[in-house]
C-alpha cells in the first residue's frame, strides 16, 4: 500500500532535515502552497523544476446526461488545475 504524506507530515520533516522550529517550517511550508495557489488562482504558471508544472486550463460548457434520471443536463464552464511531471520525476518514479 502507498504511504500519504500529509502537510503536518512536511512540516515535521523540514524541522528536523533544516534544524528550525515547527514553528517556522510551518510558517514555510504554508508560505510555499500559498504562493503556489495564488499563481494558479491568477491563472499563472507554476514551474518546480526537476518536479513538474502546474498550469490552469478552462473546460468548456458542455452536456452530460444525469444518471438517475437520464436527463440531459448543461454543466457549465470551469477551471481546472492540471500537473505534468517532469522527466526527472517520472524517471525516479520509475
Not at 491563472?43 to 436527463?71: H, M, Q, S, W, Y
Amino acid at each position: 500500500m502507498s504511504e500519504v504524506v500529509s502537510k503536518k507530515d512536511l512540516v515535521e520533516k523540514m524541522a528536523e532535515e533544516c534544524g528550525v522550529s515547527k514553528k517556522v517550517a510551518t510558517a514555510y511550508v504554508k508560505f510555499l502552497l500559498d504562493e503556489i495557489t495564488n499563481t494558479l488562482v491568477q491563472k499563472g504558471t507554476v514551474d518546480l523544476n526537476g518536479f513538474g508544472k502546474f498550469t490552469v486550463t478552462e473546460r468548456a460548457a458542455r452536456k452530460g446526461i444525469n444518471p438517475l434520471t437520464k436527463e440531459s443536463i448543461e454543466i457549465p464552464a470551469s477551471n481546472a488545475v492540471k500537473f505534468k511531471p517532469s522527466k526527472a520525476l517520472k524517471d525516479a518514479v520509475k
